[in-house]
C-alpha cells in the first residue's frame, strides 16, 4: 500500500493481516434512529477480532449552531486516545450500516490530518458473507497519548455555499435520494423543508457501489459522477442529509485520484432549517 490512492483494503488483505501490530481496526457503525438498530450493542455482540469501537454518534461538536456539526479537534483528539489509536499505524476502519459510515470516519481522520487510514472494501457484511472470524465482547486496548490536532480541512460552511450560489466555483454535490433532492414536502429524515441547494446535482451514494457492497471500479465511478454533469477537473463540495453519506462520495472521489473536495458540514440539516437561505425543489433540468 505505497500508492496514496489506495484507500480501500480487501477482506483477503486485512484476514491475513489481523494479527500485525502495525494494524489499528476500528468499528465505525451508525444508524439512523428510524433503523432501530444500537450499533455498539451489535458491535459488542459481533465485531472483527481486535476491532474497537468508535461511536460516531457522540462525535459531534454539541457547542456548535450547526447540526450534527463535526466534532472540535480537542473532542476527536480525546476519542481516538480513547480507543487507544497510535498515530503512524494503520487504521483500517469497517462499518454494517446501509449509511457506509466507515466513509464518515475516514474523513473524520483525513479532514483531522491522521494518516494512513483505509476503509475495508464491503464492510462487515462482505467479511460475514465469506465465514471469516467474529469475536464478541469489548477489546481491551491500553489508551494512546492524545494528540494535539489542528482544525479540519476540506471543509465548507453555511457562508461559503451561500457565497458559491454566486460564484459558481465548486459544484455542489448532493448524496440524498432524488426524491429527497426534488422534494417539495418536509425532509422525511431530518424533518426540515425539504428541495435542495441552488444549483446543486445529484448522485445518490448508493451508486457508488456494486450489489455486494463494495466499491465500484475507478472507470465506473467517473462514469456515475460524469453522468449527473460533474467536470471532475473543478473543485466539489458534497452534501446531503446532516454530512454522513456525503463522505462517500468523498472517498470515491479520493479512490479515483481527486484530491479538490470538501464536505459541507451540517448538509441539509444546516441549509434546509434555516428559512433564510434560497431553495429548489422539483425535477432538476
Same mark, same amino acid.
Given at each position: 500500500?505505497?500508492?496514496?490512492?489506495?484507500?480501500?483494503?480487501?477482506?483477503?488483505?486485512?484476514?491475513?493481516?489481523?494479527?500485525?501490530?502495525?494494524?489499528?481496526?476500528?468499528?465505525?457503525?451508525?444508524?439512523?434512529?428510524?433503523?432501530?438498530?444500537?450499533?455498539?450493542?451489535?458491535?459488542?455482540?459481533?465485531?472483527?477480532? !481486535?476491532?474497537? /469501537?468508535?461511536?460516531?454518534?457522540?462525535?459531534?461538536?454539541?457547542?456548535?449552531?450547526?447540526?450534527?456539526?463535526?466534532?472540535?479537534?480537542?473532542?476527536?483528539?480525546?476519542?481516538?486516545?480513547?480507543?487507544?489509536?497510535?498515530?503512524?499505524?494503520?487504521?483500517?476502519?469497517?462499518?454494517?450500516?446501509?449509511?457506509?459510515?466507515?466513509?464518515?470516519?475516514?474523513?473524520? /481522520?483525513?479532514?483531522?490530518? =491522521?494518516?494512513?487510514? /483505509?476503509?475495508?472494501?464491503? !464492510?462487515?457484511?462482505?467479511?460475514?458473507?465469506?465465514?471469516?472470524?467474529?469475536?464478541? $465482547? =469489548?477489546?481491551?486496548?491500553?489508551?494512546?497519548?492524545?494528540?494535539?490536532?489542528?482544525?479540519?480541512?476540506?471543509?465548507?460552511?453555511?457562508?461559503?455555499?451561500?457565497?458559491?450560489?454566486?460564484?459558481?466555483?465548486?459544484?455542489?454535490?448532493?448524496?440524498?435520494?432524488?426524491?429527497?433532492?426534488?422534494? *417539495?414536502?418536509?425532509?422525511?429524515?431530518?424533518?426540515?423543508? !425539504?428541495?435542495?441547494?441552488?444549483?446543486?446535482?445529484?448522485?445518490?451514494? $448508493?451508486?457508488? /457501489?456494486?450489489?455486494?457492497?463494495?466499491?465500484? %471500479?475507478?472507470?465506473?465511478?467517473?462514469?456515475?459522477?460524469?453522468?449527473?454533469?460533474?467536470?471532475?477537473?473543478?473543485? =466539489?463540495?458534497?452534501? *446531503?442529509?446532516?454530512?454522513?453519506?456525503?463522505?462517500?462520495?468523498?472517498?470515491?472521489?479520493?479512490?479515483? !485520484?481527486?484530491?479538490?473536495?470538501?464536505?459541507?458540514?451540517?448538509?441539509? %440539516?444546516?441549509?434546509?432549517?434555516?428559512?433564510?437561505?434560497?431553495?429548489?425543489?422539483?425535477?432538476?433540468?
Amino acid at each position: 500500500m505505497t500508492d496514496s490512492r489506495e484507500l480501500l483494503i480487501s477482506t483477503e488483505w486485512l484476514a491475513e493481516r489481523l494479527q500485525n501490530d502495525d494494524l489499528v481496526v476500528i468499528d465505525a457503525s451508525l444508524h439512523l434512529p428510524a433503523a432501530g438498530r444500537d450499533a455498539e450493542a451489535e458491535y459488542t455482540s459481533a465485531h472483527i477480532p !481486535g476491532a474497537r /469501537f468508535l461511536n460516531l454518534t457522540g462525535l459531534i461538536d454539541e457547542t456548535s449552531d450547526v447540526p450534527s456539526a463535526l466534532p472540535r479537534p480537542d473532542q476527536f483528539a480525546a476519542a481516538i486516545a480513547a480507543l487507544g489509536v497510535e498515530l503512524g499505524k494503520r487504521i483500517i476502519i469497517y462499518d454494517d450500516s446501509a449509511l457506509k459510515s466507515a466513509a464518515r470516519a475516514w474523513y473524520l /481522520f483525513t479532514a483531522f490530518g =491522521i494518516t494512513p487510514v /483505509f476503509v475495508l472494501d464491503g !464492510g462487515l457484511a462482505k467479511w460475514r458473507s465469506e465465514d471469516r472470524p467474529l469475536e464478541s $465482547g =469489548i477489546v481491551e486496548h491500553i489508551p494512546s497519548s492524545q494528540p494535539d490536532l489542528g482544525p479540519p480541512s476540506r471543509l465548507r460552511m453555511k457562508a461559503d455555499i451561500l457565497a458559491n450560489i454566486k460564484t459558481r466555483t465548486e459544484q455542489i454535490l448532493d448524496a440524498r435520494a432524488a426524491d429527497r433532492f426534488e422534494g *417539495c414536502g418536509t425532509d422525511p429524515v431530518h424533518g426540515v423543508e !425539504g428541495g435542495r441547494i441552488p444549483g446543486s446535482r445529484n448522485l445518490p451514494f $448508493g451508486k457508488m /457501489f456494486r450489489e455486494d457492497g463494495t466499491f465500484k %471500479s475507478d472507470d465506473d465511478l467517473r462514469s456515475e459522477f460524469k453522468s449527473v454533469g460533474v467536470d471532475l477537473n473543478r473543485p =466539489i463540495t458534497a452534501t *446531503c442529509g446532516s454530512g454522513a453519506t456525503a463522505s462517500v462520495l468523498l472517498l470515491a472521489l479520493a479512490k479515483i !485520484g481527486k484530491s479538490d473536495w470538501a464536505l459541507y458540514d451540517g448538509s441539509w %440539516s444546516d441549509w434546509g432549517g434555516d428559512p433564510e437561505m434560497p431553495k429548489e425543489t422539483g425535477a432538476k433540468a
